[in-house]
């Protein structure tokens, strides 16, 4: 069964801002709308790698919760950037991003996306974790891309589908999707499933 019939009779709602989020959303032929949330995107500090991911997706979805109707299936997302055991939120500034990408820089990181999927009956939680492997960066590539860029809205300070996924992916295990905001595969199944 397709997508498009299973929620003939549903409203699927995105709540999020993320345009990454809304053109894969689209990829995978979803009809929806848009409602997104401004919540604090605080947690626990002894959570841990998705623990964290799932943690603000249920955030989020408890959120949008509120104010839901009987047909609605409210999608939440959290996207977060895993190295040495340390979690790489959204950069505050320049400085904040660049050292992020010197962080990243010639290493791999893992990208953990957590997804919820929530009616007024039931919802679903799930995650995804790519690896990613970026080649050393110098100086130059680093300020080009933040100048060029702007990636302070993205966890980790980059976007992968951007100029600098171009040029520094060497590889990927897992999802690319994923990286960039939903992993769609397994999205899919689980609306499906839902």
């Known amino acids: 069964m397709l997508l498009q019939e299973k929620f003939k009779n549903h409203q699927i709602v995105l709540a999020s801002q993320s345009p990454r989020r809304k053109q894969l959303l689209e990829g995978i032929g979803i009809q929806f709308i848009s409602r997104p949330l401004d919540i604090d995107e605080q947690f626990p500090e002894k959570l841990k790698r998705e623990q964290i991911a799932i943690y603000l997706a249920k955030a989020k979805a408890e959120e949008a919760k509120k104010n839901i109707s009987e047909n609605e299936i409210i999608i939440t997302a959290d996207t977060i950037v895993w190295l ?57 590539e680093i300020e080009y891309y933040i100048e060029h860029y702007k990636p302070f809205d993205k966890a980790g300070a980059y976007g992968v589908q951007e100029w600098i996924g171009y040029i520094a992916v060497e590889k990927i295990n897992g999802s690319f999707y994923n990286v960039m905001g939903l992993p769609t595969k397994e999205l899919a199944e689980e609306l499906l499933a839902f």
């Open 84 to 140: 040495n055991n340390s979690v790489l939120n959204k950069p505050a500034d320049k400085m904040e991003a660049r050292k992020m990408l010197h962080q990243l820089s010639g290493k791999m990181h893992e990208v953990v996306t957590a997804v919820s999927i929530t009616s007024t009956k039931k919802s679903t939680h799930f995650y995804s974790i790519t690896e990613v492997h970026f080649k050393r960066l110098n100086e130059d």
